[in-house]
């Protein structure tokens, strides 16, 4: 019995989804120790302490669930934001939200929208509901706008837009994204993938909660796995309509946010001092990174989350993997169909002072 005949049409062909090595595996592999990791867009500071914390508070109740609503982090996140109860949906990291918005919205007779080198899942998850991806080509590496809103059609029921945009980090201010909303038909739900929105500066900083009060098919979707440093945890959120956040929460998976995660949410969401301190360092490194490359001549996509993109301008594989036997894991990204880039995480000060001498010596 061969079971890709039954499967649904649109796993049939789907390719999983590459995550980056973890240090553990390469150690193995190559025998090479102190390996810096520089592919996954990770927090360089690790789970802050006020986290840590919370989770030790949690031990004792581990063989209960999870309060399956998430109370105390809706409660959380409708302090630090001003936003009402009833709109938030809590996640398995905003994977597990971008997701669960296809499921709730789209079907094989549908159509999404989203750009050339936007998120992977983008595509991963239209494919997999058998809806019409309509990928619209980037411009300068990132959203065209007006093009997003020629390509929508009476199909159209999802639009994804990452701001700051992962792999190419490219940012839409918020006059852009206004303009764009409301140009946008009421009935088409429009999701904007703000992983990265702490890594901007506030002076900049999209007020996407503003634009919830105007556009009421608008879905915020963000996570706790970039600037609050709880990737391992999974836990996202979006903020929505409350309509909209009723019918997101009848396709949720109960418990879909463990005892752990919640509480290290709760902590996290209230450390200002932690992100601060994160968002200082990305600031300070990624310039860094800008002289380095403009000293060497590499072009480089500037960018507003916690990673760079350089073009190589030859196939980067090889590169990656030298990269890799000096000890540096950073990211190819052919799959988005940028065959001579790399992105590299925005890591710790000695992080990225050893990935431009590697850098350097494999491009020799």
């Given at each position: 019995?061969?079971?890709?005949?039954?499967?649904?049409e649109?796993?049939?062909?789907?390719?999983?989804?590459?995550?980056?090595?973890?240090?553990?595996?390469?150690?193995?592999?190559?025998?090479?120790?102190?390996?810096?990791?520089?592919?996954?867009?990770?927090?360089?500071?690790?789970?802050?302490?006020?986290?840590?914390?919370?989770?030790?508070?949690?031990?004792?109740?581990?063989?209960?669930?999870?309060d399956?609503?998430?109370?105390?982090?809706?409660?959380?996140?409708?302090?630090?934001?001003?936003?009402?109860?009833?709109?938030?949906?809590?996640?398995?990291?905003?994977?597990d939200?971008?997701e669960?918005?296809?499921?709730?919205?789209?079907?094989?007779?549908?159509?999404?929208?989203?750009?050339?080198?936007?998120?992977?899942?983008?595509?991963?998850?239209?494919?997999?509901?058998?809806?019409?991806?309509?990928?619209?080509?980037?411009?300068?590496?990132?959203?065209d706008?007006?093009?997003?809103?020629?390509?929508?059609?009476?199909?159209?029921?999802?639009?994804?837009v990452?701001?700051?945009?992962?792999?190419?980090?490219?940012?839409?201010?918020?006059?852009?994204?206004?303009?764009?909303?409301?140009?946008?038909?009421?009935?088409?739900?429009?999701?904007?993938?703000?992983?990265?929105?702490?890594?901007?500066?506030?002076?900049?900083?999209?007020?996407?909660?503003?634009?919830?009060?105007?556009?009421?098919?608008?879905?915020?979707?963000?996570?706790?796995?970039?600037?609050?440093?709880?990737?391992?945890?999974?836990?996202?959120?979006?903020?929505?309509?409350?309509?909209?956040?009723?019918?997101?929460n009848?396709?949720?998976?109960?418990?879909?946010?463990?005892?752990?995660?919640?509480?290290?949410?709760?902590?996290?969401?209230?450390?200002?001092?932690?992100?601060?301190?994160?968002?200082?360092?990305?600031?300070?490194?990624?310039?860094r990174?800008?002289?380095?490359?403009?000293?060497?001549?590499l072009?480089?996509?500037p960018?507003?989350?916690?990673?760079?993109?350089?073009?190589?301008?030859?196939?980067?594989?090889?590169?990656?993997?030298?990269?890799?036997?000096?000890?540096v894991?950073?990211?190819?990204?052919?799959g988005?169909?940028?065959?001579?880039?790399?992105?590299?995480?925005?890591?710790?000060?000695?992080?990225?002072?050893?990935?431009?001498?590697?850098?350097?010596?494999?491009?020799?």
């Amino acid at each position: 019995m061969q079971f890709i005949n039954i499967a649904n049409e649109g796993v049939k062909t789907l390719s999983p989804y590459q995550p980056g090595k973890p240090i553990e595996e390469l150690e193995r592999e190559l025998g090479i120790q102190n390996i810096v990791k520089l592919a996954s867009n990770e927090n360089p500071f690790g789970i802050p302490e006020s986290a840590k914390k919370a989770i030790q508070e949690q031990f004792a109740e581990l063989t209960r669930y999870p309060d399956a609503n998430g109370y105390a982090l809706k409660e959380a996140i409708v302090e630090k934001f001003g936003v009402n109860m009833d709109q938030i949906t809590l996640g398995n990291g905003s994977n597990d939200l971008l997701e669960l918005i296809a499921h709730t919205f789209a079907s094989e007779h549908d159509e999404i929208i989203f750009s050339q080198y936007g998120f992977v899942v983008y595509p991963l998850v239209s494919q997999a509901i058998n809806a019409k991806a309509v990928v619209i080509p980037a411009k300068d590496y990132g959203h065209d706008l007006d093009a997003f809103i020629a390509a929508i059609t009476d199909k159209t029921k999802l639009i994804y837009v990452a701001n700051p945009n992962n792999p190419t980090g490219t940012f839409l201010t918020h006059e852009q994204i206004d303009s764009f909303l409301s140009k946008v038909p009421e009935n088409v739900i429009v999701v904007l993938d703000e992983a990265y929105t702490e890594f901007t500066l506030p002076s900049e900083r999209v007020d996407s909660f503003a634009l919830l009060k105007k556009y009421s098919n608008l879905v915020i979707c963000r996570t706790l796995s970039k600037a609050y440093g709880l990737a391992g945890l999974r836990v996202g959120y979006t903020v929505s309509d409350p309509e909209i956040a009723d019918l997101f929460n009848r396709v949720r998976q109960p418990f879909n946010c463990n005892s752990l995660a919640l509480a290290a949410a709760i902590a996290v969401l209230k450390d200002e001092d932690f992100i601060e301190k994160v968002a200082e360092n990305n600031r300070v490194e990624m310039a860094r990174y800008e002289q380095f490359f403009k000293e060497n001549n590499l072009e480089y996509i500037p960018s507003k989350g916690n990673f760079i993109t350089v073009d190589l301008k030859q196939p980067a594989l090889p590169i990656f993997e030298k990269l890799l036997r000096e000890g540096v894991i950073v990211r190819p990204i052919a799959g988005y169909g940028l065959p001579n880039h790399l992105r590299i995480s925005i890591g710790l000060p000695e992080e990225n002072t050893k990935l431009f001498k590697a850098l350097l010596k494999v491009l020799k």
